[in-house]
Each structure stands twice: as structure tokens, then as C-alpha cells.
């Protein structure tokens, strides 16, 4: 009897292993993730490490070390974010190169993705919180032709195709020469990034000697390089 049972209910609980599954569509890494994804991937494979910092920041290291005096007119440029504990939401991921240099001795290349806020109107372009892509590299004798040679290589691969791109001259407190670097898009020129050369008084700062020492140091916009990967004109 107690077979026959036994017998009864696993006839009755058999499962057809020869039945299709249920279908979960696949999902999808979003457009700003998979930017900083491809260019880490590029970076990693340029020989650069992967650093990242904190997001609430102290003016020190968002502003001050990098060059940018108390009553620098650059300040204004950014429209900062201030918390009540004089703290800082920071503008941009530069904070990361400092903390980094102040602890790791060159040589160094780096590549800083992060999140970051500003007091921006949101419109087509612009976010009030957005994300960057900062990369930079400290050893002797690194020149200005080193620094054209990696952006060049970097949008390359970023873009699968070359494109032709420009430098202009420009102006950043923390380096000297600055360029921004455009790169033409549907027949149009498009501002993707920033670049120069560290300014000595930043490698002083973290207590490099720039009789000894150059770098360069080169940011983005993720957004702007996601729209132009996936052709979306506007970023909201």
C-alpha cells in the first residue's frame, strides 16, 4: 500500500524537464554606466589604475590644492554645491588626483570616474548632478605631445573610427598650458573635454618637485561622450 503511495505521488509531482522556461527579457547596462565601463576598459588597457573618492569633499581638496585661491574668480565658474558643515559636494573629480598624489609617489597614471554635482540649469546639455571621467599621469620628462597622443587614442577607441579632432587654448587653474579638445560630430565641431598640463603649484601641493617631476591631467563628461555613442541629443 504505502508503495503503491509513494508511487501515486511522484507520478503526480513529475516535471517535465523537456518544457520551455520561462522568458525573463534580458536587461541592459544604462547608456552612462556603459560609457565609464568602455572608457575604464581603455585606460586599464593604456596601463592606467582605477581611483575613486569621496563625493562629499572639503574645500581643500576640491578647491584650494588645486590651485584655485580663495577669492579665485574659477570659483564662481563652478557654482558649488555647500553643505551647512562647510563641507562641499564635489564639482568635479579632480579632488580624487589630489588625494591619490598625496599618498602614492610617481610614477603615476590614473583614471578617476565619478559622480559629480554643480548648480547647473538642467537643460539639453547640462545636469545638475553628472558624471566625469578624469585621467592623469605624473612622471619625468612627460610633455604636452604625450598628453595629445593618449586623448588622441583614447576618442579612437572610444569611437571605434578616427575622427578628426582639435585642441584650443583654454584656461584651468590647476594646469598650464590648457586646451580644450574638440571633435567634430555630424559635421559640427563638439567641446568633449579638458586637458593640460599640471600646474607646478598643484604638484607642490601634494609634495612633488616639479624641477623633477611633469603631468598631465585630461577630464570628460560622461554624458556628453554617452550622447554622442548612442545618439542622443538630448540629456534629459
Known amino acids: 500500500l504505502q508503495f503503491a503511495q509513494i508511487q ?34 581603455i585606460f ?8 575613486t573618492g569621496p563625493e562629499m569633499e572639503t574645500d581643500y581638496y576640491n578647491f584650494e590644492a588645486l590651485n584655485f585661491q580663495p577669492d579665485h574668480p574659477a570659483r564662481d ?13 564635489r564639482t568635479h573629480t579632480s579632488n580624487i588626483q589630489i588625494r591619490y598624489m ?28 553628472f558624471h566625469q571621467v578624469e585621467f592623469f599621469a605624473v612622471d619625468e620628462n612627460l610633455t604636452f605631445t604625450d598628453l595629445k597622443g593618449t586623448i588622441k587614442e583614447f576618442l579612437q577607441q572610444m569611437f571605434g573610427e578616427e575622427m578628426p579632432i582639435r585642441f584650443r ?14 571633435m567634430q560630430w555630424k559635421g559640427k565641431w563638439l567641446e568633449i573635454m579638458g586637458c593640460g598640463m599640471i600646474d607646478p603649484n598643484v604638484l607642490k601641493a601634494v609634495g612633488y618637485d616639479p624641477e ?3 603631468g598631465f591631467a585630461a577630464g570628460f563628461g560622461v554624458e556628453r561622450v554617452a550622447m554622442v555613442l548612442h545618439q542622443i541629443d538630448d540629456i534629459r
Open 8 to 41: 501515486a505521488q511522484l507520478d503526480a509531482e513529475t516535471l517535465d524537464v523537456t518544457m520551455p522556461g520561462v522568458y525573463f527579457p534580458q536587461g541592459r547596462v544604462h547608456p552612462l554606466n556603459s560609457t565609464i565601463d568602455r572608457a575604464m576598459d
Open 102 to 129: 598625496k599618498d602614492n609617489e610617481p610614477p603615476i597614471r590614473i583614471v578617476a570616474p565619478g559622480r559629480c554635482y554643480r548648480r547647473d540649469t538642467v537643460d539639453a546639455t547640462h545636469a545638475a548632478v
Open 169 to 182: 587654448a583654454s584656461y584651468f587653474p590647476f594646469t598650464e598650458p590648457s586646451a580644450e579638445v574638440d
Open 77 to 89: 565658474m563652478q557654482d558649488t554645491l555647500y553643505l551647512p558643515d562647510g563641507n562641499l559636494l
Open 44 to 51: 586599464v588597457g593604456l596601463g592606467y589604475t582605477i581611483a
Open 212 to 214: 623633477v617631476y611633469t
